[in-house]
């Protein structure tokens, strides 16, 4: 009853993703150009730095992220996505409901004159909730991604990728959102150690997913791969703690090692087609 629909997509479903789509685009568009005077999130983040948040440039991977998405988004809408698009599209619609979410809550952050302001309480009344947006968000492009299996050439470069991309990115947004919560309620967990070992188990995470959604996709796991590297090497090239910097250096190498190492790894074969079938007749065959 709970499991995924499979087969093709529903025109309603079409619809959604196209719609949903759109609006993720409108409320990035707002968010990451201050329209109508909100501020963006790169000022946002700039007020409230952590031990662990990248260098900006590193957020360029949003572009690749939105335009493999934009593509994948046409991909499901024009049904010519058969065998991924009825599994990922809900979960899609929830990521980006998530992020959306994030966006319009990450936005009330106490600022003055572009610096962070207000007390613990108002402060916190922000970062709670949005990291539990960024924990949903990153747990329904988990839940995508243990869903892919198969596609073809288009899927895999438009769905199964963004969607290994997106998962990953997430990842070390939580991790992020989860200090801002530190910083505010226990100092110690907003230390640079604290960074150190919060980033090791995003690299950790990375390792375990990398060769499983390998054996489900060689576009996921490398999406989810790749975007962990990328994210350890703008922390090494921002303001975190030399101890977070480190963990980066060295977590981005093992990722990459491992990522290596899963893609060249043998599989064993599928079973035939014919196997369960062949083998039915011989259970009875009368009632």
């Known amino acids: 009853m709970g499991a995924a629909q499979s087969g093709p997509m529903s025109g309603q479903l079409r619809v959604a993703i196209a719609a949903g789509y759109a609006v993720l685009l409108a409320v990035n568009g707002i968010f990451g150009s201050g329209a109508f005077g909100v501020p963006t999130n790169a000022e946002v983040s700039d007020a409230y730095p952590t031990n662990v948040t990248p260098a900006g440039l590193t957020f360029a991977v949003w572009g690749p992220i939105f335009l493999l998405q934009g593509a994948g988004t046409v991909l499901m809408a024009a049904g010519k996505a058969p065998t991924l698009g009825a599994k990922v599209a809900p979960l899609w619609l929830t990521t980006w409901a998530f992020e959306c979410a994030w966006q319009l809550v990450f936005a009330n952050a106490p600022l003055e004159d572009g610096k962070a302001s207000g007390t613990t309480s108002q402060k916190l009344a922000i970062f709670v909730p949005s990291f539990f947006l960024l924990a949903g968000g990153f747990a329904s492009m988990i839940r995508a991604g243990t869903l892919i299996k198969g596609g073809t050439a288009a899927e895999s470069l438009l769905v199964a990728l963004p969607t290994g991309i997106n998962a990953a990115w997430l990842a070390a947004a939580t991790g992020i959102g989860f200090t801002l919560v530190a910083q505010n309620t226990a ?36 999406g989810y791969g790749a975007a962990t590297c990328w994210a350890c090497f703008g922390m090494t090239k921002g303001d975190s703690p030399q101890v977070v910097k480190d963990v980066a250096t060295y977590g981005g190498y093992l990722v990459a090692v491992v990522s290596a190492a899963a893609l060249m790894r043998p599989r064993p074969p599928p079973p035939a087609d014919g196997l369960l079938s062949s083998e039915a007749p011989k259970r009875g065959g009368s009632v």
């Open 187 to 222: 100092a110690t967990l907003a230390s640079p150690e604290a960074g150190a070992v919060l980033l090791g188990g995003v690299v950790a995470g990375a390792c375990y997913a990398v060769p499983m959604f390998l054996g489900r996709s060689a576009a996921l796991g490398l």
